[in-house]
Nanobody
């Protein structure tokens, strides 16, 4: 069973930065694309960013493009989400998720494994 564990969330002022991490337990980590989703209070879960198996291709939602950067370290079985210029509308629980493809798929129903999430709160 694959386990995904997020960390790095917290409280930050608008304009600040945070870096989220997601550590995977499985030895096949380097084969699959990885994704970040988020769910704000009272809203549906949405795609934030994805990265392919090798890390040379990334995809971002329009709302975070230019502010967030996703990366991965296959030697450490970990993906990262560097979040800069954070705004109150970025407040959400951020989830790491994995499907069964090496290329990026941004749809939730394609995700097989989810972490429990880490809360990011941005104050104005």
């Amino acid at each position: 069973q694959v386990q995904l564990v997020e960390s790095g969330g917290g409280l930050v002022q608008a304009g600040g930065s945070l870096r989220l991490s997601c550590a995977a337990s499985d030895h096949t980590f380097s084969v699959y694309a990885m994704n970040w989703f988020r769910q704000a209070p009272g809203k549906e879960r949405e795609f934030v960013a994805g990265i392919n198996w090798s890390g040379d291709s990334t995809l971002y939602s329009d709302s975070v493009k230019g502010r967030f950067t996703m990366s991965r370290d296959n030697a450490k079985n970990t993906v990262y989400l560097q979040m800069n210029s954070l705004q109150p509308e970025d407040t959400a629980v951020y989830y790491c998720a994995r499907g069964e493809t090496s290329s990026i798929i941004r749809t939730m129903r394609a995700m097989f494994y989810w972490g429990k999430g880490t809360l990011v709160t941005v104050s104005s």
